[in-house]
C-alpha cells in the first residue's frame, strides 16, 4: 500500500534538474502563498477560472491540510531546506460517482519558468499510482478548451481519454483501469 501522507520522490527534469515530489504538509502554506504570487494571471486563470491576487486562509488550509484518503495533494520542489521551493503541484479529490465508480477531480498548476519540463505529466503519473492503490477508477477534469497544454498532457499520458464539451469547458475522464465508462 502507498502511504500518500510521506510520499516522497526524486526525479529530473527534462533538463536536468533534480526536483523533488512529495506529498503537500500544513507547514507549506506560506511556500504555497509564495507560488501563487509566482503565478502570471494566465496560469491562475487557467487553473481556477477565474481572476485572483491571492490564496484565502480558507484556501491555504484546504491545499495544505488534507486527508490522503479522499484528497491527495503532491507538490513538487526544488531546493532543500530553507530554501526549498514549491514550482508545482498537483491533487485529486475522490467521490462515489453515480455509475457506481469511484472517480477523482484531478488538478495541476505549474509555474510558468518549469512549464514544457514534463511536471504535470509526473504528477499525473504518481497521482494515478496512488488513485488505483485508493481504488479510484478514474480522474475527471475541467479544462478551459484554450488551455492546450493541460490537454495534450492528459492526451500524452498513455490513459483511455474521453473529452466532452460542457458548458465553455472540456471535461475529461481517465480511466486508471484500462477503459473509460
Do not use: C, W
Not at 526536483?19 to 507560488?35: G, T
Request: aromatic share 8%; charged share 25%.
Amino acid at each position: 500500500m502507498i502511504d500518500a501522507a510521506n510520499y516522497h520522490k526524486i526525479e529530473t527534469l527534462k533538463n536536468g534538474t533534480a526536483f523533488r515530489v512529495r506529498s503537500v504538509r500544513p507547514e507549506d502554506k506560506n511556500r504555497i502563498s509564495e507560488a501563487f504570487r509566482n503565478l502570471e494571471a494566465e496560469s491562475i486563470y487557467t487553473r481556477f477560472f477565474q481572476h485572483k491576487k491571492a490564496l484565502t486562509d480558507k484556501e491555504l488550509k484546504a491545499a495544505t491540510e488534507v486527508d490522503f484518503e479522499n484528497v491527495v495533494a503532491l507538490v513538487v520542489t526544488v531546493g532543500e531546506g530553507e530554501t526549498e521551493t514549491i514550482i508545482a503541484g498537483g491533487r485529486y479529490a475522490a467521490f462515489d460517482a453515480a455509475n457506481n465508480v469511484r472517480s477523482a477531480e484531478v488538478s495541476f498548476t505549474v509555474e510558468e519558468d518549469y512549464h514544457g519540463q514534463g511536471i504535470a505529466s509526473h504528477l499525473l503519473r504518481h497521482l494515478g499510482h496512488i488513485a488505483q492503490a485508493k481504488g479510484v477508477s478514474q480522474f475527471e477534469a475541467e479544462v478551459l478548451p484554450e488551455n492546450k497544454a493541460m490537454l495534450t498532457v492528459f492526451s500524452r499520458s498513455g490513459l483511455p481519454m474521453k473529452k466532452k464539451p460542457e458548458g465553455g469547458t472540456m471535461h475529461v475522464t481517465l480511466s486508471l483501469a484500462g477503459t473509460v465508462d
